[in-house]
């Protein structure tokens, strides 16, 4: 999720193996799959929701990751100026102590505020640099969790301190700014509307190929006001429907204000990834929310595709292009994005990517902004 990505397995005990690429990929492995070929295909297939138990589960996984890059507003006649660096540094521990045990811990360093310091768009066109929350610099734990799961891992608890992007609204052509998309209204669902990472517990349930989740969230940190009514949300999804791989979910989710925590919140979405062809996939999320106090019913969609040009020789290659539109209280904005992912070798890859603002409030200025152009580099390097 993020540029100069640098991974390296600091310790591990006898079976375990090499940790994924970012820690959202680590987060991922350690609740779902192993790792696997980047390719549409190959990525839609390993993301079932019951992947097979290794024999002889890792241990231990200490894993590091490096990761920084840049975004340019060309948006004269302040394009020279409106340069905006960006980098993150996560330290992720996974333990498994028997098969059907894991307790996982992120701590993660973010320095640079991204183009929204200047821009305050809607749907937020750096996901990195939106767990800053305002700041230039931050250190934070920003996942730690135990898992529980029956032996056949069709049932899974996990319960501490929680990201809802990493159980709800996922979709796997679009929800990872490392790789992927780099607009968070392309990334995941605005009116998904998730709090803080912190307490939390959800639960996950598989039968065949459908699918059931909840989750009970608060509605801050430890450390923040937890006043209010919980964050709660439900998901239903469903695989395979038709011959290509494919998954369809749909979510609601109901909480407090953050604002106003007298005043409650709720929203619903659907989240829709679908291969058309052995190397393409498109995917579609739409939702609508309202608040209470506020007299307009919010609502978002985005649509997009992804393709691995085998055609050309590059089998783990990626290229995106994405448009999303934001309908909220505060105004309306069109976005699109487009990237490639370069895979330069088993262990690093190039990804360019192009944001362009069609039309959104400022919410720093007050103004608007119209024909934003912002090019930007990443780079993992495994």
Not at 356 to 379: C, E, F, L, T, Y
Request: glycine residues 10%; neutral net charge; proline residues 7%.
């Amino acid at each position: 999720m993020r540029p100069v990505a640098l991974l390296v397995v600091l310790a591990a005990l006898p079976g375990a193996g090499l940790a994924a690429a970012a820690p959202a990929a680590a987060h991922e492995r350690a609740q779902d799959v192993p790792d696997a070929e980047p390719a549409a295909r190959a990525g839609l297939e390993r993301r079932q929701t019951l992947p097979p138990t290794p024999p002889i589960p890792p241990i231990l996984e200490v894993s590091g990751a490096l990761r920084g890059g840049a975004q340019w507003v060309l948006n004269p006649p302040r394009a020279r100026d409106d340069v905006f660096g960006f980098g993150a540094f996560d330290a992720v521990v996974v333990l498994r102590p028997t098969p059907n045990v894991t307790l996982l811990a992120d701590v993660e360093t973010i320095v640079g505020p991204g183009p929204d310091a200047a821009l305050g768009s809607l749907s937020r066109v750096n996901e990195e640099s939106e767990r800053l929350f305002g700041d230039d610099t931050r250190v934070f734990l920003r996942e730690a969790w135990i898992r529980l799961q029956s032996s056949d891992a069709s049932i899974r608890l996990n319960v501490g301190k929680l990201d809802v992007q990493h159980y709800f609204d996922r979709n796997f052509f679009a929800e990872d700014e490392t790789r992927q998309f780099l607009n968070a209204a392309l990334v995941g669902n605005p009116l998904l509307a998730q709090p803080p990472n912190g307490p939390g517990t959800s639960l996950r349930i598989s039968q065949g190929d459908w699918r059931y989740a909840v989750g009970v969230h608060a509605p801050g940190d430890v450390d923040d006001d937890l006043s209010g009514l919980p964050y709660v949300i439900a998901e239903l999804g469903r695989r395979r429907i038709f011959s290509l791989a494919g998954h369809y979910r749909w979510w609601a989710r109901v909480g407090s204000v953050p604002e106003r925590r007298d005043d409650v919140t709720w929203g619903t979405g659907i989240s829709v990834d679908q291969l058309v062809a052995a190397d393409t996939g498109v995917f579609v999320r739409a939702g609508f929310a309202r608040s209470g106090g506020e007299s307009l019913t919010s609502h978002a969609w985005s649509a997009g595709v992804q393709h691995t040009p085998s055609w050309l020789g590059r089998a783990k290659d990626l290229v995106g292009a994405g448009y999303a539109l934001v309908r909220q209280p505060q105004g309306r904005e069109r976005v699109a994005e487009v990237y490639y992912n370069v895979s330069l070798a088993d262990c690093c890859a190039l990804i360019a990517n192009v944001e362009w603002i069609i039309s959104g409030p400022n919410q720093v200025s007050g103004r608007r902004n119209r024909d934003v152009i912002m090019p930007g580099r990443r780079a993992l390097i495994l």
